[in-house]
Structure formats: C-alpha cells, structure tokens
C-alpha cells in the first residue's frame, strides 16, 4: 500500500486496526476507513458491513476532525453481495464530523449510492459510477432514491436509477454527485494536501456546521431507507429477481 | 407517419385506437401516446386533455413496461387553449410505471411545465422550451412552481417561469429539464433504440423503482398542481390577464 | 455614480432617500436599493442592517414592479461584522415581489448565502462568491444551511459551506448560486435592458407567480434561519471561534 501514498498512512503505533475488512488509521486529525478486499475488488461482505458501522462508530467520537472512505487497490467498491443492509445507511445519516469520499476507482451499487450521503466527493479521472439495479431486478437504495432527484433532477437521476447509466467521473462531476475530479497520476497526492487542510480548520465549527447542513434532511433520509429496505426484500423473493440475476451471471459466465 | 420512423409503429391489430385527437399504441412492450393534431402545432384542447387522462389510465393498466409521450409533426406541443386542467398533472403524478417525453420540437407552455413530472425526457437538437406565463398575464402550472425551482435552483426556474425565457435543448439538459439532446437527423432512431432496450428489462423492477423514487415528492406535487390552478383559475379572471392576452394576439395580428 | 450607468438612477424628484447606509430609488417601476458604503466595500454594519429591513418593506409595498440589490463602487458587499441577524433572511423570505441581485463585484459571508434567498441573481465575471465560514469559527448563515445544498447538492454545497472555497462567477453559475455572468465592460447596460424589460411585465402576475414558486419552502426557509441563528449565537461565544478570528486577523495583519 505503501507504493499508492497519501492520504492513507501506515496505522499510528498504538491504533491497532482490529478489523479484518478495513484498514483504519488516524493521524493529523484525519481518520481513513480503507475498504481492503482488493482481491474482490473491495465487495462488500456482511461482516464488512458489520465493521464499517463500527468503524464510523469510532470515528464519529475519536479525536478526528474529519474522516475518510476509500478503497485499496484499483476500485473503489464493486457494491455488494446481495445482503441485507437496513443499517448501513443510518450509520451515515447520524454521523457527526465531515465525511469525505475518496474514490480511487470504480464503484458500484450501495457504494454509490451512498455518495449522496457524504459531504464531499473526490475521484479519480478512472473512476466510474454504475448501479445497476433493474438489470438485477432490484431496485434503488442507499437513500438515492431521495438524494439523487434532489440533487440532479428526476430526468438525470432516473438514467442511473432506472436504467443502468454507468457515468463517467467527469459525468458525476457535472450532475452534482461528485465535487471534483482530479487526474490519476495526481490524485492521491492532491486529495491528501486537500483534506490535511481541512482538517486544520476549527473542528467544532466544521461538526456543528455539517449537523446545520444536514440535520434538516435527516428524517426524510430515515424514511427513504425504511421504503427502499421494505422493497428490496420484496424484490430479493421475487421470481423476477431472481431470474434477472440468474440471466446476468449466465451472460457473465459465457464470457 | 411511416417517414419518420420508430419509436411510434402503426397501431398493432387490435389495439385500434379509439382517440381522435391522440394516437395510441402498444408494441414490444412499449405503449406510445402521440399527441395527433399536427396542423395545430398539437396544441392541447379540452378534448385532447381528457383523451390524455383516459390513455394515462389505460397504458398505466396495460402490459407495457415503458410508456412514451411524443407528438406528430415537427412540433412536440405548442401548449394550450386557456383550458381549466386541474386533473392533467393529477394523471401524471400518479401514472405507476416510467413514463418517458420524447420531445420532437418545440414545446411551449404545460408541455414544458409537465415534463417536470416525467422519468426520463429525451429532446431533439431542434426542441426548444418556453414557458410565456407573465407574458400572457398567467402564472406557473404542471406542477413547476415546485419541480423547476427542485431541479435547477431559483436563479435558473425564475428564467422560465418568471421572465418567459426560451431555452435551447443544450440549455435545458443543462438545467436538469432534458435527460439527453440528440441530433435532429437520428433522433428518432437513437431514441427507440434505447426505448426499446429499456422495455426488456424487468418490468415490477422499474415500476417499483420508479413508485419508490416518486412516491416521496407526491404530497408535495399535489399540494402544488392545487395552488398552481387556483392561482391560474384567479389569474384568467383577472383585468390583467385579459389586457395582456390581448395585447399578445394584436402584436401577433400586426406581423 | 453616474458614470457607472444603469440599472441606478439619481434619486427621483419627490423619492428623498432618508437612509445613511443606502441608497434607494424608485424609476421605471424599479426599485433599487444600493448598498452605500464603498469605502469599507460595503460592509453590513447594525444599522444598514435596520435600514435593509425597512427599504426592503418599503419595496414591497411601493409601486414598483421590480426590486433590485446591488453595491456601490467595485465591491458588492464584504459581509457582515458579527451582528446578530435574525430578522435581515426573514425580510427577503417575507419579500412579495420579484427580487434582483445585481452583484456588481466581490461578495462575501451573508451577502453571498442571501443570495440564495433571490429570484435572480445577476453577476459580472469579475464577482466572487466567498463564505469563509469554518475558517473563522462560525457556521452557515442566511438559510444558506438549506438553499445551497437543494440548489446544487451537498457535495458542491460543501465545498463553499463547510470548506471555505471561493467560486468564480462562472463556478457559481455553473451550481445555481448565479442565473447568467456578463463581462464587466457590458454588465451594468445588459442587465438595465433586461430588468426595464421584466419591470413592463404584468405587475400582479409577477409578484403572484413569486409568491406561488417561494410559498411552498416558507416553513422550512423560517425553520433554517432559526436553527442558523441559534447556531451562530452558540458560536460567537466560544472560545474556538474568538481563536479563530484573532488568527485571522492576526495573519493579516503581519502582510
């Protein structure tokens, strides 16, 4: 890991990660949760999820001033195996300090629609965003389908939501889903002067001004995911589902 | 018809049309509605508004996955006759499946303001978009005192729906309004392309979806479309209205 | 003045100013309201804060059919002096008529979040838009909290609110914040010629239109202000933020 550099340091002595799933690590105030499966492309799993909340957790009381996500390797997040994750999504509504994605690649599924729950969103030129869930005969989560026709409009959200658009980072970029977009080679290395700034700014005033901002929208996110969980369980019994993802693997294992 | 091509085929045997002010028809899962008085700029009367709530209810009950909204000739629609239309953005806030405009021209006044309430708007490079409302003394409708403000900010809707600005296609896909602007030469062949695509993926999926990703702005878009006709239903009453219509058809009749 | 040019006329014979910090005008159903304090670059002190208030409810039931904002000399408005400012968002949340912002130059703190509270904002490409909040310890102000990220999403919003970037008037186009950017040699006539055109508009269905596209955010808009303001009370009394501004002005004092 040593060789992709910043933002993510080796773990501080005395900050042992006791994670499996995730590298996390705090110095000068900034605490990365690091997704490191990049053998699977950093899918997510259920004991992943299970560290992630309690990473955020953690994060949310430590000493940090602003905390991190991104992934090992070359993808960000190739999304999920199909798993029940009602909690996933509360664990970023309720957390307290500036969360920043740094995405280094490629995501999919939960991991981009839970970019709308974040506070700032830098990616790589390579990145891209895809989420594909009527091909899988799914359907949206991650509360999109409230924070992505709030933010790009019904007419742009719906080409992702419904119909499987994988957006280029220049694209995401445009549609308000992504700040900035950094070239590859300079990517790490930008983001990391970006944030070690930030992290130098007055922390309670960067905390209590994050709740302002998003304290608001809190209980129509709350009510978002209850819907979006309700219907992919739903969806997850269904034949048609079921039968979306047996053509999909099919296709894929012809290749 | 048959020049200009897909998405719109002759009506299948069958599903004779019983519209006459609309053609309707259903084909590969698609259920094309085109508005069907190409001599008058498809221009909406009292009786095209009910045939158009009837073909909502109709292709919402059908077999269809998509549903397409598009017009004969080479306008999209030019607006309409001063008509009371409470119940036009009732139809469209509560069709159940994606419902897609296929703007094939030039769009004046509800037709622009209802786009609001479409999944996906595809436009040729020739669209353009005009909501002339304090021009002729009226006042927003279709919804779009709530969904144009929600989907590009104040400083842009005001553009339209205060100051009767036009816009270009590129200009209304950079508002949010348009999903994707295509050359007027292959329009028509891009467009059913995609539809076509669309219309064999899972179809409960991306009804669901959609419903999921509507349903939370519901409450909201009729509480608009109900301040929005009483407003209007003032306005027609009004000295000034009168005045400023008339004064529109003089400045017309001098040219 | 004068050389300036339009929008601002010489007070009309008959409409004698009576406020120290402003200057207002009424000419060609346009009221405009000049922030008059070049020398500190228009600086909001407590009682241009009261003379706003007024001249903003003088407007609102004069005869004018247009109201404008906007700076004297090259600066549009430095922001504020840490006054308490409750009621300064409510008399532009509470205006019933179309509101302009001719933002003439720079702007700065509340200035630049007020904006948000406009139905058209108007800049010339030399503008900046600058909300340097965390960096002095504070939080978001003039509903900012609330129009910036439904106007242009939290992962742009963010960018301004909670990390102090300063957007060009292009970049404040491109999110929202701003309708159009003219060049600086053309600003002031472009934009006369279009708010006399918007001023012969009919009057009533102006300000009815507006009261119909703001009316639906009112409740949340007065519920940001209070939140913000409560916030921002806390906040000027903590150590942290007396730090943060002493730094400030400490660095700029060693330049």
Redesign the interface.
């Known amino acids: 890991l040593a060789a992709e550099g910043p933002p993510v340091a080796t773990p501080a002595p005395g900050i042992a990660s006791t994670f499996t799933t995730l590298l996390v690590s705090t110095e000068d105030n900034i605490t990365t949760i690091r997704l490191n499966r990049p053998e699977k492309k950093n899918a997510i799993t259920v004991e992943m999820y299970n560290e992630l909340i309690t990473a955020l957790e953690q994060a949310g009381k430590d000493e940090s001033v602003i905390t991190v996500i991104t992934g090992s390797g070359d993808f960000y997040c190739s999304g999920n195996d199909l798993t029940n994750f009602t909690k996933i999504p509360e664990a970023f509504i309720d957390f307290p300090k500036?969360l920043i994605a740094v995405v280094n690649g490629p995501a999919v599924g939960v991991s981009v629609t839970l970019?709308?729950l974040?506070?700032?969103?830098y990616a790589t030129e390579r990145a891209t965003f895809h989420t594909p869930?009527?091909?899988l005969?799914?359907?949206?989560e991650g509360c999109s389908?409230?924070?992505?026709?709030?933010?790009?409009?019904?007419?742009?959200?719906?080409?992702m939501?419904?119909?499987?658009k994988k957006l280029t980072a220049t694209q995401a970029c445009a549609q308000?889903?992504?700040?900035?977009v950094f070239p590859d080679s300079s990517f790490q290395s930008e983001v990391a002067t970006?944030i070690k700034a930030?992290a130098k700014?007055?922390?309670?005033?960067?905390a209590?001004?994050?709740q302002?901002?998003?304290?608001?929208?809190k209980e129509?996110l709350y009510?978002?995911n209850d819907?979006?969980v309700e219907?992919l369980v739903?969806?997850w019994q269904?034949d048609?589902?079921m039968?979306?993802i047996m053509s999909f693997f099919q296709a894929k294992a012809k290749l």
């Open positions: 500036p970019l709308g974040f506070d700032i969103v869930f009527s091909q005969g799914q359907s949206p389908s409230y924070t992505f026709p709030k933010m790009m409009g019904l007419a742009k959200a719906n080409e939501l419904l119909f499987n308000g889903l992504v700040t900035e970006r930030y700014l007055p922390r309670n005033s960067l209590l001004s994050k302002l901002i998003c304290g608001m929208a129509r009510a978002a819907q979006e219907r739903d969806r269904s048609e589902c039968q979306a």
